[in-house]
C-alpha cells in the first residue's frame, strides 16, 4: 500500500558509544550551519552550529564537522546517553534563507 | 531568560472555527519565524518578520492564513476558517541578526476536528 508521512533516516545505538548523524546540505551559498535536537513533544532546540570558514567545532560531547566540497555537515555525540534520544535536524542558512532538513531519529538502547 | 513563549500550547476547534496562535519572541531578537510541522511535509517555514515587517511570506498555506507582528516583542498566526488538514504543531522562533540561530518555542499543538 502507499506509505504516508516521511520516513526519518534511524539510528539506533548502544548507551555510551558514540553516534555519527550526517546531512547533505544543496546550497553552495550556505555560510552558516545549525544542528538541532527535537524531543518528542518539544520544540527543536539548538546544539551547535558551525560557519563556513571553520570546518570543525566542537561542544560539551558534540562536535560537528563540515565537508564544504562534498557539501556534508555532519553531527557526533561522544558517550550518547538515553537523553540523547531524540530527531536531529540539521539547518542551513544563506543569507535570509533558513533551510531544515528532515531530520534523523536517534534511538539510545539502555 | 523565559525563551521565546507561544500560546495557547494545545488548541483543539471544529472546523469553520477562527483560531490565533499567539508568540512573544526572545527579548531583543529582531526576526520572528513561524513554522509548521507535520508528519507528512516535516518542519515548513511560513512567513518570517525582520523588524516586524513580513519579509516571506511564500510559504503560508493559502488566504486562510494571515500573520501580523504589530510590534517587536508579539506576533500572531490566524487561521480562518480552519480545516482539519490545518491539524498541525505550529512553531514560532526567534533570532537576533541575520545570521545567528533560530531559537524556537515550545509549539502549539492545534486538532481541527
Known amino acids: 500500500g502507499e506509505s504516508v508521512g516521511l520516513h526519518l533516516p534511524t539510528l539506533s545505538v548502544q548507551e555510551g558509544d558514540n553516534s555519527i548523524i550526517n546531512c547533505a546540505y544543496s546550497?553552495?551559498?550556505?555560510?552558516?550551519f545549525i544542528w538541532y535536537k527535537q524531543e518528542s513533544g518539544k520544540g527543536p532546540q539548538f546544539i551547535i552550529d558551525?560557519?563556513?570558514?571553520?570546518d570543525k567545532r566542537q561542544g560539551q560531547r558534540v562536535t560537528v564537522l563540515l565537508n564544504k566540497t562534498v557539501k556534508h555537515l555532519s553531527l557526533q555525540i561522544a558517550a550518547t546517553q538515553p537523553g540523547d534520544s531524540a530527531v536531529y535536524f540539521c539547518a542551513e542558512v544563506a543569507g535570509n534563507q533558513f533551510y531544515f532538513g528532515t531530520g534523523t531519529s536517534l534511538t539510545v538502547i539502555p | 531568560d523565559a525563551g521565546v513563549i507561544q500560546s495557547p500550547r494545545h488548541e483543539v476547534t471544529e472546523m469553520g472555527q477562527e483560531v490565533t496562535l499567539r508568540c512573544k519572541p526572545i527579548s531583543g531578537h529582531n526576526s520572528l519565524f513561524w513554522y509548521r510541522q507535520t508528519m507528512m511535509r516535516g518542519l515548513e517555514l511560513l512567513i518570517y518578520?525582520?523588524?516586524?515587517?513580513?519579509?516571506?511570506d511564500s510559504g503560508m498555506p493559502e488566504d486562510r492564513f494571515s500573520a501580523k507582528m504589530p510590534n517587536a516583542s508579539f506576533s500572531t498566526l490566524k487561521i480562518q476558517p480552519s480545516e482539519p488538514r490545518d491539524s498541525a504543531v505550529y512553531f514560532c522562533?526567534?533570532?537576533?541578526?541575520?545570521?545567528?540561530?533560530?531559537?524556537f518555542g515550545p509549539g502549539t499543538r492545534l486538532t481541527v476536528l
Open positions: 558551525i560557519r563556513s570558514n571553520m
Open positions: 518578520f525582520n523588524n516586524n515587517v513580513p519579509i516571506d
Open positions: 546550497n553552495s551559498a550556505s555560510d552558516y
Open positions: 522562533a526567534s533570532r537576533f541578526g541575520s545570521t545567528d540561530t533560530q531559537y
